[in-house]
């Protein structure tokens, strides 16, 4: 394994993938000892994390205005919203506690750029916390080469969203650029500064029942086997925790 990347820990449901991530703001408000101030870095129309007993400041950005707007309206969850591009909007340095990302990258064509911004906006001993697809992993090669109008057409007629790609409405065309592979990633934040904490692999519920699902195992095996060991099915989404300039989160812990 490469020293710079970081060994990575099984968490098979999604209360546990979750959860990890909620351990890991929690214990920043207790080291801390003050509300929080969290970045949702593309927040979409939901915040998907219980964060009950947790004091803190939830600003949201987001490039979809739609989105953005239901986000107001329906959840009401956000003090700040900012309608803009993760890759060319300005935010002042070393402004929050957490930046946190689910789900993003991989639907932004510059995710080098973006990832280069958040950051920026860590203040020192800062959390990001990074929830995105593995881009090597055999669903993620699919979800790369299949074009966007059959992601749309899943979405509606196998999962049953009938407003899927509609503005404000998932899916959204993806891109994956290679930095979102867990190797290139692992390599990236260490370049950057960031100790990894921890990195979690996931596989998502199925939603395919049947015979779709007695396919779907049939096609992602020979995938698999067609790549000759350079694609994965042992998880199919990864979750980073990192640590901004570690001296400072460490002193933050005693």
Request: aromatic share 10%; hydrophobic share 40%; with cysteine.
């Amino acid at each position: 394994m490469n020293p710079a990347e970081p060994k990575l820990q099984m968490n098979l449901g999604n209360k546990q993938i979750y959860q990890c991530q909620i351990d890991a703001i929690r214990g920043q408000a207790q080291r801390l000892g003050r509300p929080l101030s969290i970045l949702e870095a593309g927040c979409g129309t939901r915040w998907p994390l219980n964060l009950a007993g947790v004091d803190f400041k939830l600003t949201g950005v987001d490039l979809d205005p739609v989105a953005m707007e239901l986000r107001r309206t329906i959840e009401r969850d956000l003090d700040v919203t900012i309608c803009g591009d993760l890759c060319t909007i300005e935010l002042p340095p070393a402004s929050y506690d957490v930046v946190y990302s689910a789900f993003v990258l991989e639907h932004v064509p510059r995710a080098d750029l973006a990832l280069e911004n958040t950051l920026k906006w860590l203040k020192p001993g800062g959390l990001l916390i990074l929830h995105l697809p593995e881009r090597e992993s055999v669903p993620g090669f699919y979800a790369r080469i299949l074009p966007f109008w059959t992601h749309v057409w899943v979405y509606r007629h196998l999962y049953g969203k009938p407003f899927a790609g509609q503005p404000g409405h998932a899916p959204y065309p993806t891109f994956y650029h290679p930095v979102i592979g867990r190797k290139q990633l692992s390599g990236f934040l260490e370049a950057h500064g960031m100790k990894v904490l921890n990195c979690n692999g996931h596989i998502p519920k199925n939603p395919f029942k049947g015979l779709l699902r007695v396919l779907q195992h049939w096609l992602f095996g020979l995938t698999k086997m067609l790549s000759f060991g350079n694609l994965t099915l042992k998880y199919g989404d990864i979750v980073y925790i990192a640590v901004r300039d570690v001296q400072e989160y460490a002193q933050n812990c005693n």
